[in-house]
């Protein structure tokens, strides 16, 4: 672990973005992925959005970069193409939107009750707690008390 002295006083072990604590001494491509709805690809187009290095710790960031790092956060869904946003065709908007952080959280909660309320196969499963893509179920992810095979009475 680098020592305070290393790292300089205006060193920041913390930073706080959409709604999200954000580890200061990751690299700056790999802490922002803790915020929801912003993985590595994300990340990268961030970076470069913003003109920051990806290998920087994030802890390093002044508080105008923090500032300017939140906008690109918040205008991802202008600055790239179509197909990099994790919500196209948004069903109540019909917008292109890229969703994050809390934000994100909720909106995928409604789409699952919306699923329950109109009681097709996807939210069915959702309300079991089945698999719910298809995936083999009978063998694999179970969950409850017995577990094991089961052996035929002869």
Not at 10 to 39: C, E, N, W
Not at 40 to 54: K, L, S
Not at 95 to 113: C, N, P
């Amino acid at each position: 672990m680098a020592n305070d002295k290393e790292l300089g006083d205006d060193f920041s072990y913390m930073l706080r973005m959409a709604d999200t604590d954000i580890d200061g001494l990751k690299p700056l491509g790999t802490a922002l992925t803790a915020v929801r709805g912003v993985g590595d690809r994300t990340a990268a187009n961030i970076c470069t959005i913003t003109g920051f290095d990806p290998g920087m710790k994030a802890g390093h960031l002044d508080p105008s970069q923090q500032e300017t790092l939140k906008e690109a956060i918040e205008s991802y869904a202008q600055n790239v193409p179509l197909w990099m946003l994790n919500r196209q065709r948004d069903l109540e908007s019909g917008d292109e939107l890229h969703l994050s952080g809390q934000e994100l959280k909720l909106t995928h909660q409604d789409d699952i009750t919306r699923l329950r309320g109109i009681k097709c196969y996807r939210g069915v499963r959702h309300a079991g707690g089945h698999k719910v893509r298809g995936q083999r179920g009978r063998s694999n992810g179970r969950f409850g008390l017995t577990l094991g095979v089961q052996r035929k009475k002869s």
